[in-house]
């Protein structure tokens, strides 16, 4: 598995915008196989930088990975234990508990990633 993750972050770093976006999609199926992939410091700042790429496409497939992860990893949890969350992510509180295991990989995803993405959606330069 390290190899082949190897490989994909190194396309994913590449100089082609076509060849990034297929690397994000690649390591959304490997995310979708095992979530602690993300884990990874150079798994995590290949994310951090594909979410600040040039290329909307590559963002996309990106931000469509966070997605799908915190999509997962939030079903699970109860109506009583959304308002829990919801404040806890307005704190900006990193050490969730209510949460099981899935659900707290999700909201410590959501809360490493949220000031890249908040940053993006607020950008109102041309390249956005």
Partial sequence: ????????????????????????????????????????????????????????????????????VLEGGLEGESVAEKPKREADLEEGSSAIPSLGHAGRSASAILLRFHQTVRGRINDTSIIV
């Fill in 1 to 68: 598995l390290q190899v082949a993750l190897d490989c994909i972050v190194r396309q994913a770093n590449a100089v082609h915008s076509s060849l990034r976006r297929t690397a994000m999609r690649g390591l959304g199926d490997v995310v979708d196989a095992d979530a602690s992939v993300l884990s990874a410091k150079l798994v995590e700042e290949t994310v951090d930088m594909r979410l600040r790429d040039e290329s909307s496409w590559v963002r996309q497939v990106t931000l469509d990975l966070l997605g799908r």
